[in-house]
């Protein structure tokens, strides 16, 4: 027995002894906390620089760079949720963190997930895809026009932008503001504060966005069904897909103002009253969660692959292929094979959001902010998960700069109008380009003698010369044209 009791004592000793001259267990590098935590450390930008380092950033960092108070973020790793967290403030000033049950306005995502619960009565019988909307519509109607004779508007139609309808997206009511019906808004009648809603082209011929082409589809949901909004996408989509925290209620319950983030304007100032309220619900009312957006996403690859009990296969390969252009059924659809991937964005005053998964792998990830620069933030954020992932897109474009001859970038410099009462001074200081709007000063980097970009919001830039050679004006992302009226 003693001799028992020494091996015993020895063994212990000798285990004791091994742990301490092997040290703690190595961190695995691969767990879901050390890969977040190089996510939240590796924000990348949109352009490098050819022969440069690249500069990463922490999400602490770039929160107080674009002037956004908070952020949450979901990752999906493997076909599932690997991690999901919040940082930064649910309003400037205080201190209330942001964590990953905190609901923020997901503007324009509300209407992928209210496509789905419209798909889900088609499943059902109860709405045709190509069928006249008119049809089903009881306590309003889609005005007929020359345009709508031989083509008409169909759900199909509604849920891919290709109706013809009008009116891109929706402001919001500020907190004092009288709320309109949805027939007010969608003829356009106070207190709406949008113009009404009509087809302007033929119908199925153009792919172009529209938030009151949704609201139609909202108003079509509860005609048909005899329900509130609201209550109708918690019994079709919210609670099958298991979104528990989410909700279309506007405006928000008083019950759960609380769990909610303020918006912020791009100083960081916030919303008066907090939040907009949005009646346009199916187009902009979805309050909700990174978490629960990365299970709508998860349920629609679930369904790609005939594993939903919430949408067939078929139903799910026509969300996500595009019907024009690069939109489907409620979803927008980018890159081609191994990076074909599908999501959404949002925009709502003080909130801004995206979210993404591939279609051929389990990978994607939702990122929700509560200001208005908060995009710029959301796509540093989405980099850095791709470099760490190992996605095959959505990655920084490196770019070349080129040496330009200092009497080159002369001809360029003069004060340009970017709008009524809005100019810009391009000026030239010791051999670089320099665009000073206000206080803020942004260096412009050369492709070419007329050519240039900038790394703050990575937008381009591009002279035209007159006869005199000197700039006649600057197109700004190929989009905004801004004459030179005089000198800086």
């Known amino acids: 027995m003693l001799n028992h009791r020494k091996t015993i004592i020895t063994l212990v000793a000798l285990s004791v002894a ?23 450390n590796g924000l990348l930008p949109g352009i490098v620089i050819a022969g440069r380092p690249v500069e990463t950033a922490s999400i602490a960092e770039r929160l107080e760079a674009w002037k956004t108070p908070g952020v949450s973020v979901a990752v999906i790793n493997d076909g599932r949720i690997e ?38 009565l088609v499943e059902r019988g109860t709405l045709a ?42 402001g919001g009511y500020p907190s004092d503001a009288a709320v309109p019906t949805v027939v007010q808004v969608l003829d356009g009648q106070a207190p709406a504060n949008s113009a009404a809603v009509r087809v302007d082209a033929v119908p199925g011929r153009l792919w ?66 907090r939040y907009h309220t949005y009646p346009e619900m199916a187009a902009a009312g979805l309050w909700t969660t990174p978490t629960d957006l990365a299970r709508f996403l998860l349920e629609v690859r679930q369904a790609l692959e005939g594993r939903s009990a919430v949408l067939t296969a078929e139903t799910a390969r026509m969300m996500t292929t595009p019907v024009l252009g690069a939109y489907g059924l ?26 993404l998964a591939f279609l051929e792998k389990g990978q994607g990830a939702v990122i929700m902010t509560n200001g208005d620069l908060g995009g710029f933030l959301a796509a540093e954020i989405l980099r ?33 109008e970017l709008g009524p009462g809005q100019t810009i001074d391009i000026v030239l200081e010791d051999g670089t380009l320099w665009a000073v709007d206000d206080d803020e000063r942004i260096e412009l ?18 002279f035209t010369k007159g006869e005199d050679s000197r700039a006649a004006f600057l197109v700004i992302d190929g989009r905004m044209k801004a004459p030179r009226i005089g000198e800086d």
Not at 20 to 34: I, Q
Not at 136 to 156: A, D, G, I, M, Q
Not at 332 to 343: N, V
Request: aromatic share 8%; with cysteine; hydrophobic share 35%.
């Open 330 to 355: 409620g979803l927008s659809i980018q890159g081609k094979g191994p990076a074909a991937s599908f999501g959404h964005g949002g925009s709502n005053e003080g909130f801004k959001c995206q979210m």
């Open 129 to 170: 895809l190509d069928e006249d909307v008119n049809e089903k519509l009881v306590s309003w109607k889609v005005p007929e026009n020359e345009f709508t004779k031989t083509e008409k508007v169909t759900l199909r139609r509604l849920l891919s932008h290709t109706a013809a309808l009008t009116v891109h997206g929706f």
């Open 208 to 273: 172009r966005y529209s938030g009151g082409g949704f609201t139609v589809m909202q108003l079509l949901l509860a005609d048909v069904m005899g329900k509130p909004f609201p209550a109708l996408l918690d019994e079709l989509v919210l609670g099958p897909v298991g979104m528990t925290g989410s909700t279309y209620e506007q405006p928000l319950p008083d019950g759960r103002r609380g769990d909610a983030a303020t918006g912020h304007r791009r100083d960081a100032t916030p919303i008066p009253g």
């Open 83 to 120: 991690w999901a967290r919040g940082y930064g403030v649910v309003e400037a000033g205080s201190d209330g963190p942001v964590t990953p049950t905190t609901l923020f306005q997901a503007a324009s995502i509300s209407k992928p997930v209210a496509a789905m619960a419209a798909l889900r």
């Open 384 to 416: 850095a998960v791709s470099s760490e992932y190992g996605w095959p897109s959505f990655k920084p474009v490196e770019k070349s700069v080129v040496a330009v001859p200092v009497e080159a970038l002369g001809l360029l410099t003069g004060r340009y």
């Open 445 to 462: 980097y050369p492709e070419s003698e007329t050519r240039f970009f900038e790394l703050v919001q990575e937008h381009s830039i591009e």
């Open 18 to 40: 091994l742990s301490f001259a092997c040290g703690p267990k190595p961190p695995d590098p691969l767990s879901p906390e050390a890969r977040a935590a190089r996510v939240e």
